[in-house]
């Protein structure tokens, strides 16, 4: 596989990902390449104990990757230096040394529905608890949609969603009032 990966021993936790060169900001890394499965299936595979749960990558309401082994690695942190486009493309958010740790924010890639859930799955919806370290953790990883709006404001701002929060999100309109303030600017 041709990609600037390689894993390591993360301070974040446990693997994580690491550069083996130096990758500019808005630079392409990857794609979290896996299966699609619905969200049906994303529980079925963690009851029978096959998926750790968290591990599969969200990239629509009811559809969910579950990416390979070496994507699984890449940890989150609430400061991040990537971040998903598109479906699953990871991409820089900047500039990223070669031997640092890649890491995305997961709360980014996260809209799911509790009270669905809970028919589903009979579960209180996924949350994690986080020791990114970085000056900006939020000590608990939670949905997009449950982020400090000045949070969710700077991801959509920066572009550095995927495709389907923006669609969530109503970022049709949101584009419309940037670039009709970008062009009076
Ligand atoms: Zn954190």
Not at 96 to 104: D, L, P, R, S, V
Not at 158 to 165: E, K, M, R, S
Request: hydrophobic share 35%; aromatic share 8%; with cysteine.
């Amino acid at each position: 596989m041709e990609s600037p990966l390689r894993l390591g021993n993360s301070k974040i936790s446990g693997t994580g990902v690491f550069a083996t060169k130096v990758i500019s900001t808005g630079e392409f890394i990857c794609l979290m390449n896996g299966k699609e499965v619905s969200l049906k299936e994303v529980g079925e595979l963690e009851i029978i104990g096959t998926q750790r749960e968290g591990d599969a990558l969200q990239i629509d309401v009811d559809s969910y990757l579950i990416i390979e082994e070496i994507y699984r690695c890449v940890n989150h942190s609430c400061s991040p230096n990537a971040f998903i486009r598109g479906k699953n493309e990871l991409i820089a958010l900047r500039s990223i040394a070669n031997g640092e740790e890649i890491t995305f924010d997961y709360s980014t890639t996260m809209w799911e529905d509790a009270t669905q859930i809970k028919k589903l799955f009979n579960e209180d919806i996924w949350t994690m608890n986080c020791s990114c370290k970085s000056d900006e953790c939020r000590k608990e990883i939670k949905q997009f949609y449950e982020l400090p709006e000045k949070i969710q404001e700077k991801y959509l701002r920066l572009n550095a969603v995927p495709d389907f929060i923006l669609k969530l999100k109503g970022l049709s309109q949101c584009l419309e009032v940037i670039h009709q303030k970008a062009k009076f600017q």
